[in-house]
């Protein structure tokens, strides 16, 4: 994700940008791009997501599988893979258009066979039934319904996913390409991969299994256990982990793009990443995540009152927690326009005054998204449901069909046309050099 020019790029940490770059950045044209590129974005929900759309796909978890599952393909090519077999970049063959159609068609492509070959065909014909619909139909009882059925199946999903994105991108910007850094970029893709996922199937299992197991009556009680963290989050769904691993997600990409990787950047070594980085980037994140759950879910009290269990609406806590990761997705597509189409500003000052600025900005944009997002416009504009913790209405849909149009950009195609990109080899190793220039 043009976390991404920086997050998911190829080579080591952020992207690195000369300062003549950043002083000759249009920033004019940067706004031009980030209109087109919203207008894209709701073109593609009209004719996806919308309603009264064609495909009809937001209802809401099944669209939320797909779009999730093409973000985690994007970013499987980009930060775990490294563009193996591809060419690194347009310099590198292919040529920009092509490379960005070709990256583009692969990343669907792989969203399709995950979802409907590998989730539905396989995982839940032959292992787990709840990751496909017929799976669950066929097993009979509450639930054994397609609709239903498909939305929890979606659901378990999207649960994976957002997994897999959180481990993925904790180890970007945590250990990089250690151990494997001496080793080809096959080596390395298949084992970051194989590694990654092996964690993630471990957070999934603790964090999301439980809630899964008790979607369904009666709950699958020898399958999995009660979630753990019913009596002190105050409620048995995962939306308590989604919003966890957002937040921290959060607070992940902000290190990597805003910080432009420091503090983590003090532990490296020979500016590859070491296991006590990636130990103190999980930890410190996850921290500083709890601690925005924390104050988000204050100002939620100040608002709408102390939730409780079994609250409907604003006052159950399963919405609460979801909302956290709702407005965490919101200051991430913030850090993500500011970076790419404002150039990361401000480029002045030293590095710690520069990352407050940007993430305070990002934390502002972030919730004049949420503002937008919660209008009268965005009811009709996106044919969303109107107002807040209506069972059809997801937001993280709409804001992860939004990166995933912005990495494309950024990183499928390099920018083009806001930015121009050539590769730069130093030493055995290529790294990106981004030259922005004024297009206009």
């Not at 692969?106 to 619909?133: E, H």
């Amino acid at each position: 994700m043009l976390l991404f020019p920086p997050l998911l790029n190829g080579g080591p940490g952020i992207m690195n940008v000369s300062i003549d770059s950043e002083k000759n950045f249009n920033y004019l044209f940067g706004a031009i791009n980030l209109v087109v590129i919203f207008c894209i974005v709701w073109l593609l929900w009209v004719v996806f997501m919308h309603p009264n759309a064609v495909m009809k796909l937001y209802t809401p978890m099944y669209g939320f599988s797909l779009i999730v599952v093409l973000l985690s393909a994007i970013v499987f090519m980009n930060k775990v893979a490294d563009y193996y077999p591809f060419p690194r970049s347009s310099s590198e063959g292919f040529g920009l258009f092509l490379r960005g159609i070709i990256l583009t068609a692969v990343a669907i492509l792989l969203m399709l066979v995950l979802v409907y070959g590998l989730f539905w065909g396989f995982i839940g014909k032959f292992g787990i039934a709840y990751f496909s619909p017929q799976s669950i139909i066929a097993s009979g009882g509450s639930g054994a319904e397609i609709l239903v059925a498909r939305e929890n199946a979606s659901t378990a999903i999207v649960y994976f996913c957002t997994a897999f994105l959180w481990l993925a991108l904790f180890w970007s910007v945590g250990f990089n390409r250690w151990p494997w850094q001496n080793d080809t970029r096959g080596v390395r893709a298949w084992s970051k991969l194989f590694a990654i996922l092996f964690f993630a199937s471990i957070a999934y299992t603790v964090l999301f299994h439980p809630h899964v197991c008790y979607l369904f009556y009666p709950a699958q009680s020898k399958a999995g256990v009660e979630p753990w963290w019913s009596e002190f989050a105050g409620t048995g769904s995962a939306f308590f982990s989604l919003g966890l691993a957002l937040s921290a997600l959060f607070w992940i990409i902000a290190s990597d793009m805003l910080w432009e990787g420091y503090p983590w950047k003090l532990m490296e070594k020979e500016g590859q990443g070491t296991f006590l980085k990636g130990v103190v980037v999980f930890v410190t994140t996850l921290g500083l995540g709890i601690i925005l759950i924390f104050v988000l879910m204050k100002i939620m009290n100040f608002f709408w009152d102390e939730a409780f269990m079994g609250g409907q609406y604003t006052d159950g806590p399963d919405f609460r927690y979801i909302h956290t990761g709702e407005i965490s997705g919101f200051f991430i597509l913030a850090a993500f326009i500011l970076k790419n189409y404002f150039n990361n500003f401000p480029n002045f000052g030293g590095i710690w005054s520069r990352a407050i600025l940007r993430t305070v900005i990002s934390l502002i944009g972030g919730s004049l998204i949420y503002l937008f997002y919660f209008s009268a416009a965005a009811t009709f504009f996106l044919g969303k449901v109107p107002g807040f913790a209506q069972p059809g209405d997801t937001p993280l849909v709409w804001t992860i069909l939004f990166l995933c149009v912005i990495m494309v950009q950024c990183d499928f195609f390099e920018g083009w046309p806001l930015k121009k990109t050539v590769g730069v080899k130093t030493g055995d190793q290529e790294v990106q050099g981004e030259m922005a220039r004024n297009t206009a």
